[in-house]
């Protein structure tokens, strides 16, 4: 792949490419540390907890009070060594997530997505993938899930700009668990009735290394 272009487009927090797509990893490791050092980690939400199971609100205010809600989730991905996480996992009903994600390549994407939408892609376009997956919110399980191994999603940044994200591989997987939070569904939604109740049980035995948000 060709260098990036040193006179990028801006069109938001971050350059984008000829193609409109967000530039997301440069400064990865400075950005992440930046959003997540204002932020207070919080702990995150399991499965059985209702704000998991229903489609969050839209953003609509882009301001200082998202951008704290922001560095929070930097900070509780940090704390709970995840590589996506999404608005509700820390209780919070609103459609953002952040995420600090490798693609096939070994690049490391960081970003912010407000009201995602995930793009619908022929057919030809994107190979089944059936890698393990895991979610902050089932603590300890994982399950093989096949999903697209490329992934585009529109949304907004965090100042409210218009932006297109694209992903491959463990990036591409991400993007599409993580909207798929905010429209309240767990990836074990997606799992066979015999692999969820696995996931469940594999949750139920162990503890998770991380602070939760005990179900009453
Ligand atoms: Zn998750």
Known sequence: MAQQDTEQQHSGVLPVDDEG????????????????????????????????HKECKDVTEFGPELDQLVADMFASQRTAEGVGLAANQIGVDLKVFVYDCQDDEGKRHVGVVCNPVLVELPAEQRRLDDSNEGCLSVPTAYAPLARPDYAEVTGQDEKGNPIKVRGTGYFARC???ETDHLYGYLYIDR???RERKEALRQMAENEPRYPIVAND
């Open 175 to 177: 993007l599409q668990h």
């Open 21 to 52: 797509f967000v530039n997301d990893t440069e400064d990865g490791e400075e950005r992440e540390a930046a959003y997540r050092e204002r932020g207070t980690s919080r702990p995150i939400t399991v499965v059985g907890n209702p704000v998991l």
């Open 191 to 193: 799992l066979s009735k």
